[in-house]
């Protein structure tokens, strides 16, 4: 793989899931796969999974790692194209691509959306500058509007855990006090769409995802409906892509609660974390022994693993 931004980087799904469930065996037996490479991760927000798994899977390889928070520790960077930078950024992403690019083997990048302006993010603008001017292969680790690394850990979390051959997967929306990117629900729901899952998305009005993302995947309004013989519940808050980055519903009646879980199938909980409890979900779900919410963060070395030792053959 020259580059891991999608699900539509990855040749063949289902041999990359059993590469992943095999390295959680077998951790230590590419160690000298990465010897003398780098891998830079650059953060322009917040994370502690994505941060520490991916670190965690690198040096599994054999390679060595440099992490950098972005905004907070380096210039204040310029993404426009003919910029005048006569403003508080200090250096322009052609530069500083280029030069990271010169220290690193391949460069993990996390860049949230804005939220105010939907063609820009949904362009993926920060991400696809790294591809053009860092010259080495580029890892996402969640951009504007995908997250493929936590998409593709959900993945091997439910193939690990099934107990149906072909499981019933909900997506549903629940509450929050902030606006939140799309790009967790986005990729989940293209990942999904990849694999052989039967595939349900819940959420109220006006929070439908971009139908690029959504596809053919069952969408109803209905929680409850949804959640009918579930086997897995996927939560995650997003805010409307229709009224771009707005919270046009807050109704505490959407959070996952204990008495909706009893309308699945015992359902396996799962999060990609951070959650709020008793705003996204009640207590009693988290810290039942249905939620795998833990697992899957752990699942984040092998899926980051994975994807790294492929990008290290290419
Ligand atoms: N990387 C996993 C999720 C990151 C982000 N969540 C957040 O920003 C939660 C922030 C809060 O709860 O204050 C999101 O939804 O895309
Ligand atoms: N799930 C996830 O990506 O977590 P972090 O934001 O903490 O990296």
């Not at 890892?139 to 959900?154: K, Y």
């Amino acid at each position: 793989m020259k580059q891991f931004l999608s699900v539509h980087d990855v040749p063949d799904l289902p041999g990359l899931v059993q590469e992943a469930l095999w390295l959680k065996q077998n951790p230590y037996a590419d160690e000298n796969l990465g010897r003398h490479k780098t891998l830079g991760l650059l953060f322009f927000n917040a994370s502690l999974r994505t941060r520490l798994s991916t670190q965690k899977a690198a040096e599994n390889l054999g390679m060595k790692v440099m992490v950098m928070n972005v905004t907070t520790d380096s210039w204040g960077l310029e993404f426009e194209d003919g910029a005048i930078m006569n403003g508080n950024k200090a250096e322009h992403v052609k530069e500083a691509a280029a030069v990271v690019g010169q220290y690193c083997d391949i460069i993990g990048v996390r860049s949230f959306p804005s939220l105010t302006d939907r063609e820009k993010d949904y362009q993926e603008q920060v991400i696809k500058q790294f591809v053009k001017y860092a010259g080495v292969p580029i890892l996402s680790l969640e951009s504007a509007t995908r997250h493929p690394l936590q998409s593709f850990t959900d993945l091997i979390t439910i193939e690990e855990t099934k107990t149906v051959a072909r499981p019933k997967v909900v997506l549903t929306w629940a509450p929050h006090v902030k606006a939140l990117p799309q790009a967790v629900p986005n990729s989940f729901a293209e990942w999904m769409n990849a694999a052989d899952v039967d595939f349900v998305i819940t959420h109220p009005e006006g929070y439908a995802l971009a139908p690029e993302f959504s596809g053919n995947a069952r969408v109803t309004h209905n929680q409850r409906e949804a959640f009918e013989g579930a086997d897995f519940i996927y939560a995650k808050n997003w805010s409307s892509y229709e009224t771009y980055g707005q919270i046009i519903n807050s109704d505490p009646a959407w959070m996952i609660t204990q008495e909706k879980m009893g309308l699945t199938n015992q359902a396996k909980f799962m999060h990609c974390l951070p959650v709020r409890r008793n705003l996204v979900v009640e207590d009693a779900v988290l810290d039942s022994a249905n939620s795998i919410v833990i697992q899957e963060a752990g699942n984040r070395v092998w899926a980051a693993q994975a994807v790294l030792k492929r990008m290290l053959q290419a």
